[in-house]
């Protein structure tokens, strides 16, 4: 099924554009559009492409990943069906295709962290990647903005007391004891921060060489 791009519009706590899209049996929707898409240009969504043919331009358009051809560069996958966009969907962010695992039902995707995963086939993704690839070179300009977008005041430790802070104390400026960290000392330099459980799930889903 195809759609058209009725608006652009950038949304106000995200940082990629977003696009109104009109689809020929009159559903609306709205998407996170890849770069290069306007207002007026025509997108495609589905298992399969009109005809049985891919068309010429598959900009924006989204399909499952068992039908993405090899070393397409994709953006907004599924972790698993019907689950959501979850990976890649940050502004200018993008994967491409890699591999597949015909006997597991999953296509290796190589992320521009340089981990590869592995994903079922049945998962979705977009042609091409995220739109305002120049949101990293963006400046906020001044500390009311960060503020209007969630991001509240951080408190140095060594500017504590030491009943709130391990790096609190001492006569005038005090450097912090040998190994930085937190409030309930934990180390925050150079030790693992990640759950054991997260990792387990993360390695099976992720994979740093392909195998």
């Known amino acids: 099924m195809h759609a058209y791009v009725l608006r652009v519009f950038r949304g106000r706590f995200s940082s990629p554009y977003y696009g109104l899209l ?11 559009l890849a770069e290069g898409l306007c207002a007026g240009m025509r997108v495609f969504s589905g298992a399969s492409f ?6 010429v331009s598959l900009l924006g358009s989204s399909n499952v990943l068992d039908v993405v051809p090899l070393f397409t560069v994709v953006s907004s996958l599924e972790l ?4 959501g966009f979850k ?3 940050a502004a200018g962010t993008s994967a491409y295709v890699i591999g597949r695992l015909p006997l597991r039902g999953k296509v290796v995707v190589k992320l521009s962290s340089g981990w590869q995963v592995r994903l079922p086939g049945g998962s979705m993704a977009v042609f091409g990647p995220n739109s305002n690839t120049g949101f990293r070179f ?4 001044k500390a009311g903005i960060v503020r209007a977008l969630g991001v509240r005041p951080t408190v140095r430790g060594v500017a ?4 709130d802070h391990p790096h609190g104390g001492g006569e005038g400026r005090g450097s912090p004891p040998a190994a930085a960290v937190s409030p309930w000392g934990w180390r925050t330099k150079g030790a693992p921060t990640t759950n054991r459980k997260v990792d387990r799930l993360r390695r099976r889903l992720f994979s740093s060489k392909k195998k």
Not at 138 to 141: I, L, N, P, R
Request: proline share 12%; charged share 5%.
């Open 22 to 32: 009109l689809y020929v049996n009159g559903l609306y929707s709205i998407i996170a």
């Open 50 to 55: 009109p005809s049985g043919q891919m068309p």
């Open 80 to 83: 698993f069906p019907f689950s």
């Open 87 to 89: 990976v890649a969907t």
């Open 138 to 141: 963006s400046t906020y300009g």
């Open 160 to 163: 504590k007391n030491p009943c």
